[in-house]
């Protein structure tokens, strides 16, 4: 089957099952159990999967939320053994026959085609034929943009920075506050850790000194709760403040930039998804960040390797168990090993075993401070697109890990470049995204991008009169 460029064919259809009622959830009021599970789907079954921006499902006023969007497609194999490209969304309901979704498919370019798809709840429709639709982008490819963050959720940022020695915390809050959003001076590091309504600034000790800059001021601007795109609208502006700073702020390997995604709304059971996924995709991860941001970097000391904690505890429970030793523990038994006896505490004590100096850090969680997880590993960076796309990364990261099926484990030797397709078209389902970060790791490997400054070392000592330049170990 062959289509002119820029044109896909598609078929329309959805894939039904019977729930047992021993498995079926109860809807919102907690009246009906939900016993048909059923996909709604857009397969291209011919011509390029890019040329469709977005497929968007309207399910009707019955649905909460009623639409699902849905940006980046997956590789299926149909009934008839031929592969295709699968826009979808999965529902479960009790209701019988009836619902007609109207699905909107939107092109690289903007042009839009509409239809309509009545769902049948019925083993049979599996092999029902369905007509063949065409679609046409006939307008220029415009850039992907990224998914938004959904507007409910809450998230909070920490910035790393220095600033020159005649330039004071208060001279730096006095820039980056506005009308709208003052920003307060702490000088007691506990009181800095408290939830606060307002961006503040943090004194850390553990920030090292630029070389160019040997006695700066050290600290990290902390946000408040910010929510959905209203909230990196809220950095964007903070992080545009900045540069009316003189001399600029500056970073350096000693710093980093965190994340926290509340997850407040999340069962266990999700919270362990999110935890299967991170140990996962680590590696993978590693490679869209600096050498010195990465798991066996001497900076590595304030974001350890979860994985790693997370296989220790593997080889620590056989050889108590069953008195083996072994070197490695394979990813099936590190996965099953963060399901079992999966509360807050085991998912933090297996996870986070010495503290909360991990990539990924869930220790508020136990200790009751905020609901949120934090995301520890990225380097220091004062760039707005940097920024945004890697709260957007993580708010993904955890929004689909949680909502979506329990991951299942690499099999053993998988490689990295079919690991990164599988992280973003499968959990982050952002092609803008993948595309920044696949963009981002050439240029960490080319040696392009490092902690953002030109003099990235760090002043650690004076001795006998002299600077002394160590590793940027913080």
Request: aromatic fraction near 8%; charged fraction near 25%; glycine fraction near 6%.
């Amino acid at each position: 089957m062959t289509t002119s460029p820029n044109t896909i064919q598609f078929l329309v259809g959805n894939i039904y099952q019977r729930l047992p009622s021993t498995i079926a959830k109860l809807d919102r009021k907690k009246k009906h159990k939900k016993i048909h599970d059923w996909i709604l789907y857009v397969d291209i079954v011919a011509g390029e999967e890019d040329i469709i921006d977005r497929v968007t499902f309207d399910l009707g006023p019955t649905f909460r939320p009623r639409t699902y969007v849905c940006h980046y497609p997956i590789p299926i194999v149909r009934p008839n053994n031929k592969r295709a490209w699968r826009f979808a969304t999965r529902q479960q309901s009790y209701g019988s026959n009836g619902t007609n979704a109207t699905i909107r498919i939107v092109g690289a370019g903007g042009s839009i085609f509409e239809t309509t798809h009545a769902i049948l709840l019925s083993s049979t429709t599996t092999n029902r034929k369905t007509p063949l639709h065409e679609f046409q982008e006939r307008k220029r490819k415009r850039p992907s943009k990224m998914n938004a963050i959904p507007s409910l959720q809450n998230i909070g940022i920490e910035l790393e920075l220095t600033s020159a020695t005649h330039v004071s915390p208060e001279a730096v809050a006095d820039c980056l506050g506005s009308r709208s959003s003052a920003v307060d001076v702490v000088r007691d590091y506990s009181e800095g850790r408290k939830v606060s309504g307002r961006w503040k600034l943090v004194p850390d000790g553990s920030i090292l000194c630029s070389r160019s800059q040997p006695n700066c001021h050290k600290f990290e601007l902390v946000s408040p709760i910010l929510q959905g795109s209203q909230g990196l609208e809220n950095i964007n502006h903070v992080l545009q403040r900045m540069d009316h700073i003189t001399p600029k702020l500056r970073v350096n390997k000693s710093m980093g930039f965190h994340v926290h995604v509340d997850v407040s709304n999340y069962s266990g059971e999700q919270i362990v998804k999110i935890c299967q996924n991170f140990i996962k995709y680590e590696s993978v991860m590693d490679t869209f960040m600096p050498p010195s941001r990465r798991s066996g970097s001497d900076e590595s000391t304030y974001f350890k390797s979860n994985r790693s904690a997370v296989c220790d505890a593997v080889l620590h429970h056989h050889h108590n168990h069953n008195n083996v030793h072994t070197h490695t523990a394979t990813n099936r038994q590190c996965h099953d090993l963060l399901a079992q006896n999966a509360t807050i505490d085991h998912l933090v004590s297996t996870m986070n075993t010495n503290g909360r100096y991990y990539k990924l850090n869930l220790t508020n969680l136990a200790t009751g401070r905020q609901p949120t997880i934090e995301f520890r590993q990225h380097s220091a960076t004062i760039s707005y697109d940097k920024v945004s796309a890697w709260v957007r990364f993580c708010t993904a990261f955890c929004n689909n890990s949680a909502r979506l099926a329990s991951p299942t484990p690499f099999r053993e030797g998988k490689g990295v470049e079919e690991m990164f397709e599988a992280l973003f078209r499968y959990v982050v389902k952002d092609r803008a995204l993948c595309e920044f970060y696949r963009g981002r790791r050439e240029r960490v490997v080319e040696k392009k991008e490092g902690c953002g400054e030109k003099d990235c070392g760090c002043v650690v000592q004076y001795g006998g009169g002299k600077r002394v330049r160590g590793s940027c170990r913080r």
